[in-house]
């Protein structure tokens, strides 16, 4: 049975309101996308959401006490939740260098946490 979802494309910064048409996890039909790509966001939106994730990390001894991190690529949005956790439970010591990896294949997703900023070390 067909069934009416409604997105908002992110796939660039226009965020065009998609209105699909869906069975199951396929689009039968889409309204609001203003160029092909948005069709591709919609499938993949149905089929394997994807997000890219972005946190904090705390910091031993750098000039600030967190260091902003995200996923080096969007990541499957169900594993978003264990993600975060385990992030939670991460922590760095100073220095740190923009790119970084902070967790190698992040719960099994296949991409890394990495640092989004470098930090240097807290002059005393
Ligand atoms: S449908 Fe195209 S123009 Fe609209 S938000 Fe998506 S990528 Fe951008």
Same mark, same amino acid.
């Given at each position: 049975m067909a069934e009416t979802k409604k997105f908002i494309c992110v796939?660039? @910064?226009? &965020?065009c309101a998609l209105t699909a048409t869906v069975r199951g996890t396929e689009v039968l039909q889409l309204e &609001? %996308? !203003?160029? @092909?790509r948005g069709v591709s966001y919609a499938s993949d939106e149905m089929a394997n959401p994807l997000r890219t994730f972005t946190s904090t990390v705390r910091v031993t &001894? &750098? /000039?600030? @006490?967190v260091c902003p991190v995200r996923s080096r690529t969007p990541l499957p949005l169900a594993k978003v939740f264990d993600v975060t956790r385990e992030v939670a439970e991460a922590s760095l010591s100073a220095p740190v260098t923009i790119g970084? /990896? !902070? !967790?190698? %294949?992040v719960c099994g997703t296949g991409t890394d946490i990495v640092a989004s900023r470098s930090l240097g070390v807290r002059s005393i």
């Open positions: 796939a660039c @910064p226009v &965020g &609001g %996308n !203003i160029c @092909p &001894g &750098g /000039v600030l @006490p970084q /990896v !902070i !967790i190698e %294949n």
